[in-house]
Nanobody
Framework: QVQLVESGGGLVQSGGSLTLSCAAS????????MGWYRQAPGKQRELVAQ???????NYADSVKGRFTISRDNAKNTVYLQMSSLKPEDTAIYYC?????????WGQGTQVTVSS
């Protein structure tokens, strides 16, 4: 089992950058597929980016070229570097860890992009 704590959210102007972090407690972090999701008001939660155990990553079309997901297995942490932020990126961002059919979620961190 893994517990996840996100940090790094905040208020940023359009075109700015933020880096989110997700620190995991528990063992075998390197065995988990890690992902970042977001949920805007009135919308469903959506996948933003996902990184496999070996480092292979995939992204939602809306963030390709602007966001980068990475993981540091030694530090039990996954990151989401966000640049060229747009007001439509405003949402609560959640970290998720998946392994053996089980999903674990963090509590979320708010990202607000002002125009």
């Amino acid at each position: 089992q893994v517990q996840l704590v996100e940090s790094g959210g905040g208020l940023v102007q359009s075109g700015g950058s933020l880096t989110l972090s997700c620190a995991a407690s528990g063992s075998m972090f390197n065995m988990y597929v890690m992902g970042w999701y977001r949920q805007a008001p009135g919308k469903q939660r959506e996948l933003v980016a996902q990184i496999m155990r070996g480092g292979l990553a995939n992204y939602a079309d809306s963030v390709k070229g602007r966001f980068t997901i990475s993981r540091d297995n030694a530090k039990n942490t996954v990151y989401l570097q966000m640049s060229s932020l747009k007001p439509e990126d405003t949402a609560i961002y959640y970290c998720k860890g998946s392994r053996l059919g089980l999903d674990y979620w963090g509590q979320g961190t708010q990202v607000t992009v002002s125009s």
